[in-house]
């Protein structure tokens, strides 16, 4: 590492070593009152450009313009990205990765994560208009595990754009958060519309071909700037809705059998080897509305002062249903003391690949787990006033602040677990990464059947009351101070305080009552569904697919009238957390301009200060003991760190010619490990047999900020209109990575085969630690116009990432690449991409890794313009149907598949 520093050091004198004995411009630097001082890398230009051709064009200029690594991407028109989400426009930047999931819980239809050159999404810093926001996520296992840093884009629809700039080297001026690079999402500006009222908008219904359902879709945009140019204010409102079904196969994790069990003893080769602890036929289905808007105020009163203020605010209502139909391995072989598999087994990789069990009366060989969440949902909004100040002809003063609040929400689970399979035998065959072959043996999986003889009540469980709450206020101002001449141009300064919170305050663990009127069988739901005909026919495999099921209204009756939820005494006191993070930074950076290059040399000085408060086990003879849960006597602990952060940086841009651009960069960044990382709720999945260990996830209040030291160098050819051909290549050492590791602990745990007052059991924690690691890659990127109205790109990034405790690295995919065309005129226009990933780590879950395999996917858009003020498209998401899949620590052990379908977005556009 010391190394590594020296290297750094040595760059940033090398780029202002260069920048010293070369002739300086001519021309004295203009004074900021006259308007030709630079602006902010974020600054909108005032010229409207349309169309493709126009947004590719703008693109790579503002590219080609700016003074660090950057890629920029252009809205098309007013209220139009290329995509229908801003994270599928940014899966098309060299060097950047999606993903449609921001933990383990599986990939959904739509695109939510951006993380950027073989990272994690937590090291990619998320912006709007240069500033943080609290977010939320709508689903429960995000709420209460270890994700929390990154912002979840479906929040964000892609109406709200007018560019998206991704940084992807440093600055000293930029807020700090993105240990490598940072997407700062523009929104548009009052002043840069035509003067007058202008309207736009579009009218559309989207279809999912899975649940086979249209749903409407509306978003208007209006405007007013008075006649002077000194005024503005810009409305929008949008209101999308639509259907999600996402058919799946899962196995949640593995155990092994113990060396020295009765099974290991009778069957030697199986001692220390692996087999699946469910394995189940899941349907997921939901009903998402996303509605919000923004209002903005823009006031010039002179040419030397600039006021805004602006608001927004983004709804997700996100009820959903899961239900998951399970072939109980865990139950089956309890770790080497259960039943052993019939002859012919086979064993591939240490892992019990092929099994059968003949049937048993005395054993249960499944479980199902229907679970229905009414009002869920997510939010995030935020309010910010800012201004400019042209003080005289040398100093230009900008100030920010604001504050921002996000929330996810899971109110209430219903949730009823049905023992299943009783008695039936079962088995499962495996053939690596897909669909596996199982079944419950003489299990008539289309009907519950007789109560307490086929089908009967295992737990209830489920937290209720949770409502994540994650704000940050901020302030900032900044200073560009205009030299008279030579090589330094202008000197940039500024200071920023902001608070950050993060808290989960209450967790209620429902349970069932107390006087057992849950398991009467007279009380259990009457009538019953079925899954949809054609699931799981995607997926391949023979396993289940007729599967009954009780309604959400049925269970949310079923659970208001026969579970505990009481807050007090089914508080879960492991589940909560709080969270607050005080940063102060001061910065300082040098700009520099000759004849053919300009470079910038900066230092920012960061303060960090945590208190993070969790809730722990406690002696009840502690005189701070909290005696009300059920779960046993806690009390509060405070945990409060404190780190100083020096974050140089520097950046160097030489125009070899009129056409080529060499790019040098070197920098320490800095991001601060996810806030439930830090104080992350404990969540618990209790062992299946009496004698075995559970698991779960936890965090870690010690954790420090990951430091990264990162060198770029970028080659850039722009070898004609509309065109790029790029060349680079990137290096980060990262300090303090945060990685997973295994803890054992023990927790009171309270369920069917630990009934009430409950034991102590052991459990193995996924936790967070530091350690370090490495990425080193290259990007390739091209951009190619075929006459007048064709158009060609692609890119292709590698990474390869390195951890020191032998880790994959969270989040890294070695290859991604892609490619598209579009073809625009006067009236048409086309456009298709293809989009891959290879696999990446995406973390521990359930005590074992959890891959998510190679990935691709397919779109396209039509458009056509009926007049200069209206026009239809078509846009098609998911185009060949992609199945998403992951395994465990080898491909012989697979973890799930999904498919969610195609999508399809059909919208009448206006303007005015």
């Known amino acids: 590492m010391q190394l590594r520093k020296k290297v750094l050091s040595i760059s940033i004198v090398a780029a202002l070593g260069i920048a010293g004995p070369a002739t300086a411009q001519d021309a004295t630097t203009t004074a900021p009152a006259a308007q030709t001082a630079p602006d902010d890398a974020t600054t909108l230009d005032t010229v409207v450009v349309k169309g493709i051709r126009g947004a590719v064009q703008q693109s790579l200029e503002s590219k080609r313009e700016e003074n660090s690594r950057v890629e920029v991407i252009t809205s ?131 279809y999912a071909d899975l649940p086979d359902k249209w749903d409407p ?63 189940g036929s899941a349907l997921f289905e939901q009903e998402r509305k996303r509605t919000g808007g923004m209002v903005s105020v823009q006031w010039k009163p002179t040419d030397a002062l600039e006021l805004e203020a602006n608001y927004f605010r983004s709804d997700m209502k996100a009820d959903n249903y899961n239900r998951n ?27 019990l690949v092929q099994a059968n069990f003949s049937a048993d009366p005395t054993r249960q060989y499944g479980i199902y787990d229907q679970i229905s969440r009414p009002g869920a949902k997510s939010n995030t909004e935020f309010f910010s006033v800012e201004g400019k100040w042209d ?58 059947g007789t109560p307490n003889v086929d089908y009967g009540l295992d737990w209830i469980f489920g937290f209720q009351d949770i409502d994540v709450e994650d704000t940050e206020k901020w302030g900032q101002i900044d200073a560009e101070y205009f030299t008279s001449g030579g090589v330094l141009e202008s000197i940039d300064f500024g200071v920023r305080t902001a608070r950050h919170e993060r808290n989960l305050d209450q967790v209620t663990a429902q349970g069932p009552s107390a006087d057992g009127s849950a398991f009467d069988p007279a009380n259990w739901p009457q009538g019953f569904h079925n899954y949809p005909g054609d699931f799981g026919s995607g997926l391949g495999g023979h396993f289940p697919r007729n599967i009954w099921y009780f309604t959400e209204d049925q269970l949310a009756a079923f ?26 930074a001061a910065y300082v950076q040098l700009n520099f301009a000759g004849e053919r290059w300009n470079a910038n040399l900066g230092m920012r000085y960061v303060e960090t200060r945590e208190d993070v408060t969790n809730f722990v086990n406690a002696d009840a003879s502690d005189p701070d003991a ?119 602990q023990q927790f009171l745990t309270i369920d069917a085969l630990h009934p009430a007052p409950g034991v102590m059991v052991d459990y193995d924690l996924t936790v967070p630690v530091n350690t370090h690691a490495e990425v080193n890659g290259v990007e390739v990127a091209w951009e190619q116009p075929i006459g007048e109205n064709f158009g060609v790109f692609a890119n292709y990034t590698y990474a390869n990432g390195d951890t020191d405790d032998g880790q994959p690295m969270l989040g890294t995919s070695e290859n991604t690449y892609n490619v598209g065309g579009y073809f625009e005129n006067d009236m048409f226009n086309a456009r298709v991409s293809y989009t891959y990933r290879s696999k990446f780590f995406s973390g521990l879950d359930r ?66």
């Open 76 to 206: 098309e028109d007013i209220g139009k990205m290329p995509d229908k989400n801003v994270a599928d426009s940014l899966s098309r930047v060299p060097g950047v990765n999606i993903s449609a999931a921001s933990a383990n819980e599986g990939a959904f239809d739509e695109n939510d994560r951006v993380s950027m050159r073989g990272t994690s999404p937590s090291f990619t810093q998320t912006l709007i208009d240069g500033h943080n926001i609290g977010s939320g996520d709508w689903f429960v296992l995000n709420q209460t595990g270890t994700v929390g840093r990154s912002v979840s884009y479906s929040l964000l629809p892609s109406e709200l754009v007018d560019k998206v700039v991704v940084h992807k080297s440093s600055e000293a001026r930029l807020v700090e958060g993105g240990a490598v690079g940072s997407v700062d999402i523009v929104t548009r500006n009052p002043l840069n519309f035509d003067t007058g009222f202008s309207i736009f908008g579009s009218v559309g219904a989207v």
């Open 217 to 279: 879709q509306v978003s208007v945009l209006g405007n007013y700037k008075n006649a002077d140019g000194s005024f503005g204010i810009t409305v929008q409102a949008f209101s999308e809705e639509r259907h999600l079904r996402r058919d799946g196969q899962e196995i949640l994790g593995y155990e092994q059998i113990a060396p020295g069990s009765a099974i290991a003893t009778s069957n030697p080769d199986l001692a220390g080897v692996f087999y699946p602890s469910l394995m």
């Open 325 to 351: 139909y399970m072939l109980w391995g865990a139950r089956i072989l309890g770790q080497g003391n259960g039943q052993a598999p019939d002859a012919g087994y086979v064993v591939r990789d240490n892992t």
């Open 391 to 448: 003080v005289n002809e040398k100093l230009r003063l900008s100030g920010q602040a604001g504050t921002s609040e996000g929330h996810g929400e899971t109110p209430t689970q219903d949730v009823a677990e049905w023992d299943v399979g009783k008695g039936t035998g079962a088995g499962w065959s495996m053939h690596g990464v897909g669909a596996a072959d199982w079944n419950l043996g003489t299990a008539d999986t289309g009907q519950p």
């Open 559 to 584: 659970n208001a009238a026969h579970t505990n939820r009481d807050p007090v005494s089914r508080f879960y006191f492991p589940g909560a957390y709080g969270l607050e993070e005080r940063s102060n």
């Open 626 to 744: 909290v005696l009300t849960s059920a779960f046993g006597p806690f009390k509060t602990l405070r945990t409060e760190n404190t780190y100083k952060d020096w974050l140089p940086s520097a950046n160097f841009k030489w125009n070899m010619s009129d056409d080529v651009v060499l790019r040098l960069a070197a920098s320490q960044t800095m991001t601060r490990p996810d806030f439930s990382a830090l104080a992350g709720a404990v969540s618990l999945l209790p062992p299946a047999t009496v004698d075995g260990v559970g698991s779960g996830t936890g965090g870690n209040p010690n954790l420090r900020p990951i430091l990264s030291t990162n060198l770029d160098a970028t080659l850039e050819w722009y070898y004609a209109p509309r065109a790029l051909l790029s060349v680079g290549v990137f290096s980060m050492d990262i300090d303090d990575y945060v990685s997973l590791s295994h803890v054992r």
């Open 847 to 912: 005590a074992s890794a959890f891959w998510q395999d190679e990935v691709d996917s397919l779109s396209a858009s039509l458009g056509y313009k009926i007049s200069d003020n209206f026009s239809v498209t078509l846009d098609a998401l998911n185009l060949n149907n992609p199945k998403t899949k992951y395994f465990a620590e080898s491909e012989d052990r697979p973890r799930s598949i999904y498919e969610n379908g195609r999508q399809y977005y059909l919208n009448f556009r206006f303007k005015y």
